[in-house]
Every structure is written in structure tokens, then in C-alpha cells.
């Protein structure tokens, strides 16, 4: 059955990371540019948090909607860091489990994303998007 294959079937791998002291606009460029929302953040390799468009929308609608562009990035960067909007040490799923054991923790969780790890280093990702294309193939 597809809930038991393994995660590697379904997951991105050499997700887009960036690291814990890039500025908060480069974390907004890659979520615009790449059309993604979520943006895991490492350090030196290791998994340390990740950052959601959600996370980007709360403070960037919230204080400063009606900024443009330059602005909007040079407010983000002065006020906030990578490491204040993320969510530290997230929920994720070894490189070694299963579609089923991903579908379950996202089920679980008020999350979209799911980090792949193997050990504590970042090797993928996988979203509820991912997991309900895959299990829909027939």
C-alpha cells in the first residue's frame, strides 16, 4: 500500500534552507520568487526551525501593510531576525519513516510542512500538498 512507502518517495529533496542569520527579506524573496511557504532554517546543516508565509504575513501586513517593497524589506530587516519569526525546533520526520507515519504527524499538527531529517541534518521536505498528490495517484 502507498501509506507504506517510504518518505523518500514523496519528499523534495535539497529543499531551499536558509541560514539562521540571513535577513528576514531574503526568507520573503525566496518564498516569492520560488513559490513556496515553508522555508526550513538551518545551522551549519542541522535543522533549527522554520519560517511560513503565515509567519511572514502576520508581521508584514500586520505593522507595515501599506509600505512598498524596499521599504517593506528594510522594516522586516531592521525589526525582526530569522531566528525570532521562526519555529525553533520543529516537528519533523526521519528519512527513514514512512508516507504514513508523515500524513499521521501532519494530521496531528497545525502545520503544513514536515522537515525530513537523517540524524539532525536536513535532507528534505515534505507537505500535506505533497502527501495528498501522491496518495491520490492511482
Not at 525566496?30 to 532554517?41: A, C, D, K
Not at 502576520?58 to 531576525?81: C, I, K, M, P
Not at 520543529?90 to 514536515?114: C, K, M, Q, W, Y
Amino acid at each position: 500500500m502507498k501509506k507504506n512507502e517510504p518518505i523518500s518517495k514523496v519528499m523534495s529533496t535539497s529543499p531551499i534552507s536558509v541560514h539562521e542569520g540571513e535577513p528576514v527579506s531574503t526568507v520573503k524573496k525566496i518564498i516569492e520568487e520560488q513559490g513556496i511557504h515553508h522555508v526550513p532554517v538551518v545551522s551549519g546543516g542541522k535543522l533549527v526551525g522554520i519560517i511560513s508565509w503565515s509567519d511572514l504575513l502576520r508581521v508584514s501586513f500586520g505593522e507595515f501593510g501599506n509600505q512598498d517593497g524596499r521599504q517593506l524589506d528594510a522594516l522586516l530587516d531592521h525589526t525582526y531576525t530569522v531566528t525570532g519569526l521562526m519555529s525553533a525546533n520543529p516537528v519533523s520526520v526521519s528519512v527513514h519513516g514512512t508516507v504514513r507515519d508523515a500524513a499521521r504527524i501532519l494530521g496531528e499538527g497545525n502545520f503544513h510542512a514536515l522537515p525530513v531529517v537523517d540524524g539532525d541534518k536536513l535532507v528534505g521536505i515534505v507537505t500535506s500538498t505533497d502527501l495528498i498528490r501522491f496518495l491520490a495517484e492511482l
